[in-house]
Nanobody
Framework: QVQLVESGGGLVQPGESRRLSCAAS????????MGWYRQAPGKQRELVAA???????MYADSVKGRFTIARDNAKNMVYLQMNALKPEDTAVYYC??????????????WGQGTQVTVSS
């Protein structure tokens, strides 16, 4: 059974930092690209950051320079370090695991999400 379990969400003040964690089980973790998505009320889910199985990273323009994604293959964990948080970062953050083979998505999985609220 595949599980992606996010943790670390909560209420933070603008300018503060927060680290989200995602624990993966039931998959060959090191073979998957991992990502963090978010969905704010009334908006579509959007990709925030991703890291390939090889460790390459990408970020949405809105978080570049503030957020950092990292993975620990030994622990089957992926992290999202969020610095200088803004109210517009308020959203439910989802962990995503993506198995891409020869350029084609073979399968993917989602966590249940963790709420991050940035407010004073």
């Amino acid at each position: 059974q595949v599980q992606l379990v996010e943790s670390g969400g909560g209420l933070v003040q603008p300018g503060e930092s927060r680290r989200l964690s995602c624990a993966a089980s039931g998959i060959n973790f090191s073979s998957y690209a991992m990502g963090w998505y978010r969905q704010a009320p009334g908006k579509q889910r959007e990709l925030v950051a991703a890291i390939t199985s090889g460790g390459s990273t990408m970020y949405a323009d809105s978080v570049k320079g503030r957020f950092t994604i990292a993975r620990d293959n030994a622990k089957n964990m992926v992290y999202l370090q969020m610095n200088a948080l803004k109210p517009e970062d308020t959203a439910v953050y989802y962990c995503h695991a993506d198995l891409v083979v020869d350029g084609e998505r073979e399968r993917d999985y989602w966590g249940q999400g963790t709420q991050v609220t940035v407010s004073s």
